[in-house]
Structure formats: C-alpha cells, structure tokens
C-alpha cells in the first residue's frame, strides 16, 4: 500500500464515522421531532376527550339559566298584569262610589227608597230597639220612623223603637243600624256596600272590561 | 515492506479507528442528550396543546351559555311586552269605559236593593 493510498483509506474511516455520527444525531432529532408531534396530537385528543361532558354540562347549566329567566319573566309579568287589574278595579270602584253619590243626589225620592230598604234590612238582622246614624244631610229627608217600625213589625213580627242617633254618618251616603245597646251595627253605607259586594263586582268589572 | 513499515501502518490505522469510536460515541452522547431534551419539550408541547384545545372547548361552552341566555332573554323580552301590552289595553279600556262600566254597576246594585226596577 503506498503512502497516497494508506492516506485515502484514514480519510474514508474518518469520513464513514463522521457520517454515522451525523446519521445518529439526525435519527435522535426526527425521533424528537415526532415525539413533540405525537405529544401535540395526544395533548388535544385528551382535552376533547372531556367535550361531550363540558357541553352536557353547559346544555344543563343553560336550560336551568332559561328556566329561571324565564320563570322571573313570567312573575314579573304576572304582577304586571295584576297590577293593572288591580288598577283598574279600584279606579271603577272609586267611579262606582262617585255614581252612587250621583244618583242620590239626583234622585232623592229613589234615595229615600234605597235608606228605608237598607234601613228595614238592618233592624231585621238586629231584631231589637235600634238608632240610625246618618248623614246630616240625609236627616232632612224626614224619614217616617213610625210607619218603618210599622213595616218592620208586619215583616218580622217583631215590635222595635227606632230613632236617630246624634252622632253623625261619616260616609258617601247610606245609613249604619246599630242596636241602642251599642252591641250589633249593621253598616249599610254605599262604602259597606260596594265592599260588601266587592268580589262580585271584581268579577262584573273584569268581564265587562274585557268584552268587545 | 519492513516490518517497522508495517507496524507504522498499522499504527495510524487503529490511531484512526479510534478517532472514529470517539467521534460515534460523542455522537451517540449527544443523541441521547437531545433524545433527554426532546422528552422535556414533548411534555411541555402536549400541555401547551391541551390548555389550548381546553380553552378552545371552554370557549365553546361559553358561546352554548350565552345563546342559550340570548334566547331566553329575548323570549323574556316577549312576556313581559305582552303584559305590558295587556296592562296598556287595561289602561286604555277603563279611560273609555270605566265611568260607563261604573253607571250600569249601580243600576244593577240598586235594583238588587229592590230601588230600580
């Protein structure tokens, strides 16, 4: 082997190894490289392994968040609506008091019938002596006590004294029957009245109200 | 060739194939080195893609809420509209026909009183 060739041969041990060396660390790169890229893969396949859970749970958390909107709607409106009706009930209730004080200012022969009629009610639901507390407008209506008592003994057999208190009737109209002893009053007046028959007027003014 | 010749030769040849063992076996170190190294980016590269994927989906979740509060809110919107709508209609039905309603309540109390006929 001459010297050239001896120097040929050295060179390509030297070359062979280097280019092993450089082929093992290639391989440890691309086997790192594919690492990180199965890493990547494996991160986000294991996170959407949770997706149908966080939407089943989102899908409940919404229906709960619909219903509870929904159900504060719903009682908002409700009050709402309430609040309207109750509105308007107690603005026909306050027209209603207003007509009655009307008529009986206009039609004081109708008036009159109307005070004897609540008048002979309230004695027949105390059944003694009474007095009658009125309006002191409503005392120079000269109410005939006499043929009342009269008309109360043939109705319920029952003989009473009736007579006027001094004490005067704070109210729209109407009258208050109280037994002499204090112990039973009958409020008759127009207020009395229509509370009396409040729930079947709420009835009659919202059908009314709402028909076409 | 002599012998001395020779023994020169054989010389520089296992002279060069140790150079070489070095050079795989420093190659060899530095592979594992970058294999150790890869394992630590790896770990960090599937977190990275998991937070990311996470925050994606999370994303998700919250659009799926918020829809689901835009509808319902909307559909609120509506009922409380109608009502108002109804409670107007109220208004506007007693301004009109309140006094009237009031009048025919009265004739009707008073005849049951036995004072109209």
């Known amino acids: 082997m001459t010297e050239e060739e001896l120097g040929r041969f050295l060179e390509r041990i030297r070359a062979d190894s280097i280019h092993s060396a450089n082929t093992i660390i290639e391989e440890a790169r691309r086997k790192v490289a594919q690492r990180i890229e199965e890493s990547i893969k494996q991160g986000r396949e294991d996170a959407f392994k949770q997706r149908e859970d966080m939407l089943r749970d989102a899908r409940t958390k919404s229906m709960a968040l619909r219903n509870r909107v929904l159900s504060e709607a719903r009682l908002k409106a409700n009050a709402i609506r309430l609040n309207a009706v109750n509105r308007a009930l107690e603005s026909i209730l306050h027209d209603v008091l207003e007509e009655f004080i009307e008529w009986s200012k206009n039609d004081r022969i109708g008036y009159m019938e109307l005070l004897k009629n609540l008048i002979i009610e309230g004695i027949e639901t105390i059944r003694e002596d009474v007095e009658l507390i009125l309006k002191e407008e409503d005392l120079k209506l000269n109410l005939d006590l006499t043929s009342l008592s009269r008309e109360v003994a043939d109705k319920i057999g029952v003989n009473v004294k009736v007579t006027f208190s001094k004490e005067k009737l704070d109210a729209a109209g109407g009258v208050v029957i109280r037994s002499v002893d204090g112990r039973i009053v009958v409020h008759n007046t127009f207020e009395a009245i229509i509370e009396r028959f409040k729930r079947r007027l709420h009835s009659r003014i919202l059908k009314m109200l709402l028909e076409k | ?117």
């Open chain 2, 1 to 117: 060739m002599s012998n001395g010749e020779i023994l020169s030769l054989l010389e520089k040849i296992v002279k060069v194939e140790d150079e070489a063992k070095e050079v795989l076996e420093e190659a060899r170190r530095k592979a594992e080195e970058i294999i150790a190294e890869g394992e630590g980016e790896a770990k960090k590269a599937y977190e990275k893609s998991y937070r990311e994927t996470m925050s994606l989906l999370e994303r998700e979740v919250e659009e799926v809420l918020e829809k689901a509060r835009r509808e319902a809110e909307e559909e609120a919107g509506k009922i409380i509209s109608e009502a108002e709508e109804y409670a107007k209609k109220i208004d506007e039905r007693v301004h009109v026909k309140g006094r009237e309603i009031a009048k025919t309540l009265v004739k009707e109390l008073l005849r049951g009183m036995g004072v109209l006929k």
